[in-house]
């Protein structure tokens, strides 16, 4: 049998599906529970690989690539093509060349260091020159990016959505931890990029996890209470227990009672909506006698998490802003929105409209899933072609909005964190809009008044023929630490319990560290707690 691999590299993750290539039948399904590089975000993710080499977070890549080939349970050495999507600085990393182009922001700073940018048109390799394993006759297909920001995700998000072909103006987002958008205007495209941070994928939630069997994904507010939704094996949503928000009362056991282990990104939605709308929530207050939320199976929603998801919801409303000011146009020019991604397919898109997940004026809403793996599939059954996405690559009219040097990105958050963090009612937020000279925000459409049209039932194609393999891709990290005295505050320290302090030989000290667990550098709680300050997690290597 021939065999090929569509792989995407996320943010948050890695997922892949394997494919016959003379039938097209998905076989296989296989996606990990985090990303394999420390860090919660894409700046973590680009800050460990400064820091601690290009090669170890290649080998974190590349390792966990191979774990997840390894689940399909075939011979590799039939696998002749593997299509791989995701942003610049992933793909990069992937394929091991130049990364310092997009970790620094300005011109003058890359000229400065003397980096000289690889070409990112789109290229095929041998799997083994990237250190794939057991797959001497495949090739890899890299598509190509539209400039150092725009990269292949982005590229797949416009594409398998058709935003190209849109009369009027309309904006698509594939939601994630790093929230790729497009907004098309006159055949124009702006793009950005909004480091919304992992809550909208269930991480830095207490109880949260990426989309997989049994996250509570979708909550409805019924005239006895919540129902609650669990993902089964094939990743559809099916409803779960009945429950009072208040105490977590168990009011009618669903078919999925009993099997709900964490809750994903969508699921917070929909808790922090409903909660908002019952008067439960007064952001970041959770107004009940022990200050939880409380869901399916013990699982709770903490003031801590409504903070995260608010600062997420933030990064996006105020990307959304900054592109309709960067365009020339407003709120009520764009009423078509397209959702793609994990978050955007499974969200209930009128609860993404009532808590700001959404461009604010959008009445017609139109959500998809993973459009990277997509057109990773449709490359390797040849519907796609290389030359045709390069054609494509160069034609493509955009303009990138760096929301990291926006003035308007800082003031529209600005006024976003006031309302999530800091307590302040949203009859304020249009006055503060104001202080910034910035325009304000309409009423939002009623429910009622928006269209909402699924495209898809779960976020990767074909998971009701093959169970989804789930692997933790925990590649340790490794080395002696000099000085260590074997205390084991760092392991009392870590939120995540990514880390472990193991005697070897007489007085010497090895830390291991879990790299998907490891919060990465925006965190090193280890570090600050070590009593002689020996600990240096970026000094260590990936175990052989």
Same mark, same amino acid.
């Given at each position: 049998?021939?065999?090929?691999?569509?792989?995407?590299?996320?943010?948050?993750?890695?997922?892949?599906?394997?494919?016959?290539?003379?039938?097209?039948?998905?076989?296989?399904?296989?996606?990990?529970?985090?990303? =394999?590089?420390?860090?919660?975000?894409?700046?973590?993710?680009?800050?460990?690989?400064?820091?601690?080499?290009?090669?170890?977070?290649?080998?974190?890549?590349? $390792?966990?690539?191979?774990?997840?080939?390894?689940? &399909?349970?075939?011979?590799?050495?039939?696998?002749?093509?593997?299509?791989? %999507?995701?942003? =610049?600085?992933?793909?990069?990393? &992937?394929?091991?060349?130049?990364?310092?182009?997009?970790?620094?922001?300005?011109?003058?700073?890359?000229?400065?260091?003397?980096?000289?940018?690889?070409?990112?048109?789109?290229?095929?390799?041998?799997?083994?020159?990237?250190?794939?394993?057991? @797959?001497?006759?495949?090739?890899?297909?890299?598509?190509?990016?539209?400039?150092?920001?725009?990269?292949?995700?982005?590229?797949?998000?416009?594409?398998? !959505?058709? *935003?190209?072909?849109?009369?009027?103006?309309? /904006?698509?987002?594939?939601?994630?931890?790093?929230?790729? @958008?497009?907004?098309?205007?006159?055949?124009?495209?702006?793009?950005?990029?909004?480091?919304?941070? =992992?809550?909208?994928?269930?991480?830095?939630?207490?109880?949260?996890?990426?989309?997989?069997?049994?996250?509570?994904?979708?909550?409805?507010?019924?005239?006895?209470?919540?129902?609650?939704?669990?993902?089964?094996?094939? /990743?559809?949503?099916?409803?779960?227990?009945?429950?009072?928000?208040?105490?977590?009362?168990?009011?009618?056991?669903?078919?999925?009672?009993?099997?709900?282990?964490?809750?994903?990104?969508?699921?917070?939605?929909?808790?922090?909506?409903?909660?908002?709308?019952?008067?439960?929530?007064?952001?970041?207050?959770?107004?009940?006698?022990?200050?939880?939320?409380?869901?399916?199976?013990?699982?709770?929603?903490?003031?801590?998490?409504?903070?995260?998801?608010?600062?997420?919801?933030?990064?996006?409303?105020?990307? #959304?802003?900054?592109?309709?000011?960067?365009?020339?146009?407003?709120?009520?020019?764009?009423?078509?929105?397209? @959702?793609?991604?994990?978050?955007?397919?499974?969200?209930?898109?009128?609860?993404?409209?009532?808590?700001? @997940?959404?461009?604010?004026?959008?009445?017609?809403?139109?959500? &998809?899933?993973?459009?990277?793996?997509?057109?990773?599939?449709? /490359?390797?059954?040849?519907?796609?072609?290389?030359?045709?996405?390069?054609?494509?690559?160069?034609?493509?009219?955009? !303009?990138? %909005?760096? &929301?990291?040097?926006?003035?308007? #990105?800082?003031? *529209?958050?600005?006024?976003?964190?006031?309302?999530? %963090?800091?307590?302040?009612?949203?009859?304020?937020?249009?006055?503060?809009?104001?202080?910034?000279?910035?325009?304000?925000?309409?009423?939002? =459409?009623?429910?009622?008044? +928006?269209?909402? !049209?699924?495209?898809?039932?779960?976020?990767?194609?074909?998971?009701?023929? %093959?169970?989804?393999? *789930?692997?933790?891709?925990?590649?340790?990290? !490794?080395?002696?630490?000099?000085?260590? /005295?074997?205390?084991?505050?760092?392991?009392? $320290?870590?939120?995540?319990?990514?880390?472990?302090?193991?005697?070897?030989?007489?007085?010497?000290?090895?830390?291991?560290?879990?790299?998907?667990?490891?919060?990465?550098?925006?965190?090193?709680?280890?570090?600050?707690?070590?009593?002689?300050?020996?600990?240096?997690?970026?000094?260590?290597? +990936?175990?052989?």
């Amino acid at each position: 049998m021939r065999y090929g691999i569509a792989l995407d590299i996320g943010t948050s993750g890695m997922r892949c599906q394997l494919l016959d290539l003379d039938s097209g039948e998905t076989l296989g399904t296989a996606i990990t529970e985090r990303h =394999p590089i420390p860090g919660m975000n894409f700046i973590d993710h680009v800050n460990y690989a400064m820091k601690a080499g290009e090669d170890v977070a290649n080998g974190l890549i590349i $390792e966990t690539a191979n774990n997840l080939f390894a689940q &399909f349970g075939v011979d590799l050495s039939q696998v002749e093509m593997i299509a791989v %999507c995701g942003n =610049p600085f992933q793909l990069s990393l &992937f394929q091991n060349i130049e990364i310092r182009d997009l970790a620094y922001a300005g011109k003058n700073m890359v000229k400065s260091l003397g980096v000289v940018s690889p070409p990112r048109d789109g290229d095929i390799v041998d799997a083994t020159s990237l250190g794939l394993k057991g @797959m001497p006759k495949a090739k890899v297909v890299i598509p190509p990016a539209v400039t150092h920001e725009i990269g292949a995700d982005a590229m797949a998000m416009m594409l398998m !959505t058709n *935003i190209l072909e849109e009369k009027e103006p309309c /904006i698509v987002v594939d939601y994630g931890t790093n929230a790729e @958008m497009a907004l098309v205007k006159d055949g124009n495209v702006y793009t950005g990029s909004a480091a919304a941070g =992992p809550a909208l994928e269930g991480q830095e939630i207490e109880r949260g996890m990426l989309a997989a069997p049994g996250a509570l994904s979708e909550i409805e507010i019924t005239d006895k209470g919540w129902r609650c939704y669990v993902l089964d094996d094939t /990743i559809a949503p099916i409803e779960g227990d009945l429950i009072d928000p208040l105490t977590g009362e168990v009011l009618e056991e669903g078919p999925m009672h009993g099997k709900a282990v964490g809750i994903t990104g969508t699921g917070v939605i929909a808790a922090l909506a409903n909660g908002l709308k019952q008067g439960i929530i007064q952001s970041p207050v959770i107004k009940t006698p022990d200050g939880l939320l409380h869901l399916q199976d013990g699982i709770t929603i903490t003031g801590k998490d409504v903070e995260e998801a608010g600062k997420a919801i933030g990064a996006l409303r105020a990307g #959304f802003l900054t592109l309709l000011e960067e365009s020339g146009l407003w709120v009520d020019d764009v009423k078509k929105a397209y @959702m793609s991604g994990a978050s955007g397919l499974y969200v209930d898109a009128r609860k993404a409209v009532e808590v700001g @997940m959404v461009t604010p004026g959008a009445r017609d809403i139109i959500q &998809f899933g993973n459009t990277s793996i997509a057109m990773a599939r449709k /490359i390797i059954l040849g519907e796609v072609d290389l030359d045709k996405l390069k054609e494509f690559a160069k034609k493509l009219r955009a !303009t990138h %909005c760096m &929301f990291a040097t926006s003035e308007v #990105f800082k003031n *529209i958050y600005s006024v976003e964190y006031s309302l999530w %963090c800091n307590s302040m009612p949203m009859s304020e937020y249009n006055p503060m809009m104001e202080l910034y000279n910035l325009k304000p925000l309409p009423e939002l =459409p009623k429910p009622e008044d +928006i269209e909402v !049209t699924r495209l898809a039932v779960r976020d990767l194609p074909d998971t009701e023929k %093959c169970k989804v393999k *789930i692997i933790k891709c925990g590649t340790i990290v !490794t080395g002696i630490v000099e000085g260590c /005295i074997g205390c084991k505050k760092c392991m009392k $320290e870590c939120p995540e319990h990514a880390i472990e302090i193991v005697p070897e030989g007489v007085s010497k000290y090895r830390a291991k560290i879990e790299s998907d667990k490891c919060a990465g550098i925006a965190c090193r709680r280890c570090e600050g707690v070590c009593p002689k300050k020996v600990l240096h997690t970026m000094d260590l290597k +990936i175990e052989s």
